[in-house]
C-alpha cells in the first residue's frame, strides 16, 4: 500500500525565487567581497586603472586585488592580520593601471594589446638592443619575448602569459625589462651549452614598489660594505658571470677549477650576498620586509658602478696579469 503524502510540516522548505538567488549571488560576488574586506568602492578602482578601455571588467579586477592582497598578505609581515585601512592603502598603492592592462593582455583582449604594443613596443626593442648590442639580436629577442607574453611557445602552443604574475607593485616597464634582460641570459646560457644554474623562476615575483631615495642610499651603501668584504677571486668570479656574462667553462679554465666547482661557488656567493645585503639593511634601520623589498631593485638605478666596485682593492685583474677572455664573436672586429 502507497504511504500518504507527507504532512505539510514535513515537506522541504519552498525554493528560493529567482530574485532572492539572484541576491545571494550578488553578495559573493568579487567586488562586494572587497568592499567588504576594505571598505572600498571597485568602481573608483576599476576607474582609476582605466580598466574599462583594455576590456577588464569590474569584477575581474576585483578578483585580481583579492588574490594579490592574500599572496601579499597586503604589504605586510607574514603572520600579521591586516586592517580594513591597512587593505585598503595596499590596493591603492599599486600601480592600477599597469595592473589592468597586464591582466587584460593575459586574458586576451585585444584593446589592451592594442595599448600595450603602443606603450611598450618602441621601448622594448631599444632596451633589447641594448643589452644585446646588436639591432639584429635585440629584434629577435625583444620578438621572441612578445612571442611568450602572447602566451605561446616556439611551437605556437597556448600557454599562460608571463604578464599575468605581474602584481602591480612596481611599474610594469621594470617587470618588462627584467624580463626581457632574464631572457637574454637564458638564451646565451643555452647557447653556450653550460652547465645551468638551479634558480628560481624570476617571474613569479613582481619587481617591488619603487624605492624611495634613502632607500636607494642605503641599498648602495650596503653593497659597497658587502662587496668590500669580499675576496678578490670572489670578486672577479661575480663580476665574470653577472656583468661580463661569462660562461662556466670560461670562468673555470681561468681557475683551475672544474665547472661544476664554479657553479657551487656562484650559488654560494649568492647566497652569501643576500643574507649580508639583508643584515647590513636591518642595521641601517630597515625592516626585514622593507630590506627584502629593496633587494628587488633594479642595479641600473643605483647611484653606483659595480664593476668598479667588484675590481677595487684587487691586487691584479686577470687581464693585467696577461691572462684575458677570449673574446666573443660580438666583440671581434
Known amino acids: 500500500m502507497d504511504s500518504a503524502p507527507p504532512h505539510s510540516s514535513d515537506r522541504p522548505s519552498s525554493l528560493p525565487s529567482p530574485e532572492d538567488a539572484e541576491n545571494q549571488r550578488e553578495q559573493h560576488t568579487p567586488a562586494l567581497h572587497l568592499k567588504y574586506q576594505s571598505g572600498l568602492e571597485i568602481h573608483d578602482l ?36 591586516a586592517t580594513r585601512p591597512e587593505i585598503a592603502v595596499f590596493w591603492q598603492s599599486l600601480q592600477l593601471r599597469d595592473l589592468a592592462l597586464a591582466h587584460a593582455c593575459a586574458l586576451g583582449r585585444e584593446s ?103 632607500t636607494l642610499s642605503r641599498l648602495s651603501e650596503a653593497l659597497r660594505i658587502t662587496l668590500n668584504a669580499l675576496p678578490a677571486e670572489d670578486r672577479f668570479v661575480l663580476s665574470a658571470w653577472f656583468l661580463d656574462r661569462r660562461t662556466l667553462l670560461e670562468i673555470s679554465r681561468l681557475l683551475g677549477v672544474h665547472e661544476a666547482t664554479v657553479s657551487r661557488r656562484l650559488q654560494r656567493l649568492t647566497a652569501q650576498l643576500h643574507d649580508s645585503l639583508l643584515k647590513t639593511l636591518q642595521a641601517a634601520g630597515l625592516s626585514k620586509t622593507a630590506a627584502q623589498e629593496a633587494l628587488s631593485t633594479d642595479p641600473r638605478d643605483l647611484d653606483l658602478n659595480l664593476r668598479v666596485l667588484l675590481q677595487a682593492s684587487q691586487p691584479g685583474t686577470f687581464l693585467e696579469q696577461g691572462t684575458a677572455f677570449p673574446q666573443k664573436d660580438s666583440e671581434r672586429t
Do not use: C
Not at 161 to 187: C, E, I, M, W
Open 46 to 81: 576599476w576607474r582609476d586603472a582605466e580598466a574599462d578601455s583594455a576590456g577588464l571588467g569590474k569584477d575581474e579586477l576585483a578578483a585580481i586585488l583579492l588574490t594579490l592582497g592574500a599572496k601579499y598578505n597586503y604589504g605586510l609581515p607574514p603572520g600579521t592580520i
Open 112 to 214: 589592451a594589446w592594442q595599448q600595450f604594443m603602443t606603450r611598450y613596443r618602441d621601448t622594448l626593442t631599444q632596451a633589447a638592443i641594448s643589452i644585446t648590442s646588436s639591432a639584429t639580436l635585440g629584434r629577435e629577442l625583444a620578438d621572441s619575448l612578445y612571442a611568450e607574453l602572447f602566451g605561446l611557445t616556439e611551437r605556437g602552443e597556448q600557454r599562460r602569459s608571463p604578464l599575468a604574475y605581474y602584481s602591480g607593485r612596481g611599474s610594469l616597464k621594470g617587470f618588462l625589462r627584467t624580463t626581457l634582460a632574464q631572457r637574454n641570459v637564458d638564451h646565451h646560457r643555452r647557447t653556450n651549452r653550460e652547465t645551468s644554474l638551479p634558480t628560481e623562476e624570476l617571474l613569479a615575483a613582481s619587481p617591488g614598489p619603487t624605492p624611495t631615495e634613502i
